[in-house]
């Protein structure tokens, strides 16, 4: 029996699309994928935003700031700006530590986990916004950070 050949460029188009789908999304990217955050994408940027204002701003600040005092005490929501130490984890972690929280995980944990309240692609979406919103050589020190990630992971 003879394959059209139509039907083998739609399944290797599916193939593709598939590939290139799983490798931006967290699940393939949570297992160590370098930079699956996407700042510079408006679209994904603006999305991020609306839900960052929504689900995070409250606790982190309308401006990434963070709470008063972050430093000195548990339970105090850090800056997400350049100023914070957001940039110093890789992509995979922060999207871990965003989807299950840190309440219970680390010692004096009070981050909820948000895995019941947003989809994956909304967690990179928010992600994505705070990236978007540090210095292009704070930006360049995380993607450094993300290759040394996954180096070591793979």
């Not at 997400?80 to 944990?109: E, K, M, V, Y």
């Not at 909820?112 to 909304?122: C, E, I, M, R, S």
Request: hydrophobic share 40%.
């Amino acid at each position: 029996m003879r394959m059209d050949w139509k039907v083998v460029a739609i399944i290797g188009g599916v193939v593709v699309i598939g590939a290139a789908w799983w490798n931006r999304s967290p699940q393939g990217a949570g297992s160590g994928h370098v930079g699956f955050l996407q700042p510079d994408d408006p679209v994904i940027v603006a999305r991020g935003e609306r839900l960052y204002m929504d689900f995070c701003a409250s606790c982190h600040g309308a401006n990434l700031e963070g709470q008063p005092g972050w430093r000195a005490g548990p339970g105090k929501a850090p800056p997400h700006d350049a100023s914070g130490h957001t940039w110093h984890h890789p992509d995979a972690q922060l999207f871990r530590i965003t989807r299950d929280g840190t309440i219970g995980r680390l010692p004096n944990g009070a981050m909820p986990g948000f895995a019941g309240k947003l989809t994956d692609d909304d967690i990179v979406a928010v992600l994505s916004y705070i990236k978007s919103r540090w210095p292009a050589r704070i930006r360049a020190v995380h993607d450094r950070i993300n290759r040394r990630a996954a180096r070591r992971s793979g």
